[in-house]
């Protein structure tokens, strides 16, 4: 067994510079592979076969993507704003692959010269470090819509800024109350927390989870909330004007973006690199020390780290990131877009005073179980998991899609448009053809005639 | 390597601040401005004080400045071929007022020059950062926020509140 100690400050940076490569070239490779099951996804939920021919099952089609979009021609667009068209892309894929760097990935891995946590840089305002520099990301898409000098990308970069500002609030709201339940803000301690807990923050904050994955959808501008390169009207918004290299670099933020938000919601909500069930795997810096919890006199138990132990954390941190990636791409190909206006209800109107409703409710619970004396476990989880379930199913039954986001005229719920249906189908069968209203009629709530209300 | 890191940090700020006054474009200023409040930030983590460099990004940085690129855009605002300030009495003023405000920085940093630093500097630090540790770093600036200075707290938000409130009432159509 490795002697466990902390890094002399030669091995801190070997092992720091070992970590950038290695997380980076990890990130680099992800965002590769979720270009090609993005389209392979899609390709089975649209049953058609998607790309399979290059390489086994398709798997060199991300090779064969970038050796295309490097031997492409760069356009340059002749008005465009020379400087900042070649700015954009690299302020937009910046701040994509930097804030993986605070994301602990695995259980702290045992070597000769001592004991390595598996995160890049463990910042003490983790999870800040992260809403700052992805506060940021705007700068590139909005710099590249208007220096494209195109009505089409200015549109996008215009719509961008203005849906990342305003979902940028109700995500910052969702992580305060993880904070309140963790107590710190670093994202080992949250992990580390939930392990505690023996339960995952997913239960006993549910509504703070639905709030964070609507906000990271529209934060990625992943659909449903792509506005800014809403194809249908904006051709494809900000990157019209962008071609090869600068173009790929632009979903290469993308996607380094999506999968972030994955990993952040596996390690705020779904306990991070932790393996359910099991406690074997639990291990934190305590007081120089790894320990893996306290024993019933409150005496540190000393953890020991173990390679096996990281292999397997990182498993379980990689599945559970996995799982949230394949969510987003579930979700690209199966809702339909919002309108603009619809995008900024939601935040403003809805997520804004819901989410601030409910870290009030949080906060309350933890001060009325503080009070009692519940001590922070199992137990403390199980009250906060009941009162959020109520909140959330309340939440759930007032925020339907009827009232919030269907639009201008409510169409009403599933119910009444099947009655209306019927009594379509039954009013054209009565009426004779020659009697229906003109195609494109506006239909109305009373047996609207013709074919086109079925 | 930390004064290495100052030194560029300090280069970007200055270089930035400059670049702000004397470029032509709204863009490229608001650009420079990004960078000097991003190398302030840079500064602060050299001092440790990662919530503060954290929050200078965030609000600054991140959310105000991307209010001002907005309206700069939205409005068209300036040219990149005319300088939209002329040299006039006013560029006289702002001499003035300039140079008044260097000469108070100067008398505090000739103050700190001539009595040095605080004698219980390194005890201070000591207790900040075993204060750090305990309660993490947004506790530190959080206690005394929410209990010595609470009044002072409520009281700017209730300032914010008002002016969203004016905001609001004058963005209001009249009819």
Partial sequence: MHEMHQLSTFWFWVAGAAKVIGVFTMVMLAVAYMTLAERRVSGFIQDRLGPNRVGPFGLLQPIADAVKNLIKEETMPGTSAKFYFVLGPMLAIMPAVVTFAVIPIAAPLPTPVGTVDMIVADVPIGILYILALSSLAVYGIVLSGWASNNKYAFLGGLRASAQMISYEVALGLSVIAVLLLAGNVTLTEMVWQQQQMKLWFVFPLSLAFIFFVISALAETNRLPFDMPEAESELITGYHTEYSAMKFSMFFIAEYAHVLTASALMATLFFGGWDIPVWTGDDMFWHEGALIRGFDEAGAPIAATPNVLITLLTLGAFSAKTAFFVLLYIWIRWTLPRFRYDQVMHLGWKVLLPAALGYIVLVAGTMLVLDQLGVPFGFRYGLILTGVSGVTTVAFLFFVDRDRVISGAHGQGSVARIRARAAASVAASAAVPSAARTAPGARPTTQAPPGPASS | ?175
């Fill in chain 2, 1 to 175: 390597m930390s004064e290495v890191l100052f030194v560029l940090f300090a280069v970007v700020a200055l270089g930035g601040a400059f670049g702000v006054v004397i470029s032509k474009s709204p863009v490229a200023s608001l650009l420079f401005m990004v960078a000097t409040l991003a190398s302030v930030a840079g500064i602060y983590v050299l001092f440790e004080a990662h919530f503060l460099a954290a929050i200078q990004v965030l609000v600054y940085a991140g959310a105000i400045m991307v209010l001002f690129l907005f309206v700069i855009m939205l409005l068209n605002l300036g040219h990149d071929y005319r300088a939209d300030l002329k040299f006039g009495l006013w560029s006289l003023l702002a001499f003035v007022v300039a140079g008044l405000t260097a000469g108070v920085l100067a008398q505090g940093f000739m103050d700190v020059a001539d009595t040095g630093f605080r004698e219980d500097g390194a005890a201070v630090a000591a207790a900040l950062d075993e204060a750090a540790r305990e309660q993490g770093v947004a506790g530190v600036i959080a206690e005394p926020l929410f209990t010595d200075y609470v009044v002072a707290f409520e009281l700017m938000g209730l300032l914010l509140l008002v002016a969203i409130v004016a905001a609001v009432v004058l963005a209001k159509p009249r009819n």
